[in-house]
């Protein structure tokens, strides 16, 4: 599908068809579009858990605010930001590209280096607003994606974050979940397919220089 025409297409959907999931295939591809998401310094500071069981998603309805497509949906995404980047994390990133791309690892110390000091001028609170605003890029490459392969989503940040993460087993001192994104085939009867986009016309959002 034409992209514009799969971004007219796309809505947040309230209420998914329960009788329909989305084929591994398609799934995959889709996540595909998630681990090639470009991130900050390439250091990727999430993993991204994928709840497919009814089980799960029905422990999950309580952690949020409007459930109706946690209910119904094929699957749930959940994308979890890491708090920080320790020197662990970033050495294993190293020798990874070290062993990727054939370089030797001393070459790359300069970059790593740079890094590490980068990294520790950081507050805790920088830190995170940093590793979740990676996580969005995730998220809008996963809603893209999604919309090509004409599968509906609804990205949702409304859960209480205390038991998403509780329920979620997130390691909390290390990591928090940052947003999710509801995926599966919108209900014929899910009235807000029909409603109008609501978006700044081009004048307002939009200015050349
Ligand atoms: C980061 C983010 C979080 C959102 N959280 C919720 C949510 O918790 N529940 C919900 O129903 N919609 C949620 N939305 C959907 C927005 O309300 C929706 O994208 C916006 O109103 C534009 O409508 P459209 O996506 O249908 O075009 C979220 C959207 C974004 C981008």
Request: with cysteine.
């Amino acid at each position: 599908m034409n992209y514009l025409d799969a971004l007219k297409k796309r809505y947040s959907v309230k209420k998914f068809d329960a009788e329909k999931s989305v084929s591994s295939e398609v799934l995959h591809h889709i996540l595909e579009a998630a681990q090639l998401s470009a991130s900050s310094l390439g250091l990727q500071p999430y993993n991204i858990l994928i709840i497919e069981t009814p089980e799960m998603k029905e422990k999950l309805i309580p952690a949020f605010y409007n459930p109706s497509q946690i209910s119904t949906c094929s699957h749930l995404i959940a994308i979890v930001s890491k708090k920080g980047i320790g020197a662990d994390y970033l050495g294993k990133y190293f020798s990874y590209i070290s062993e990727t791309r054939e370089i030797p690892l001393d070459e790359l110390n300069p970059f790593k280096n740079s890094i590490s000091k980068h990294m520790g001028s950081l507050s805790e609170e920088e830190m995170l607003n940093w590793s979740q605003k990676q996580s969005y890029i995730v998220l809008g490459n996963l809603m893209f994606a999604a919309a090509l392969e004409e599968v509906d989503t609804c990205p949702m940040e409304g859960f209480k974050q205390e038991l998403i993460d509780e329920i979620l087993a997130i390691n909390t001192e290390k990591e928090k979940v940052s947003v999710t994104l509801a995926i599966g085939y919108r209900s014929q009867d899910d009235e807000f397919q029909n409603l109008k986009k609501v978006r700044k016309p081009n004048d307002k959002l939009f200015k050349f220089i």
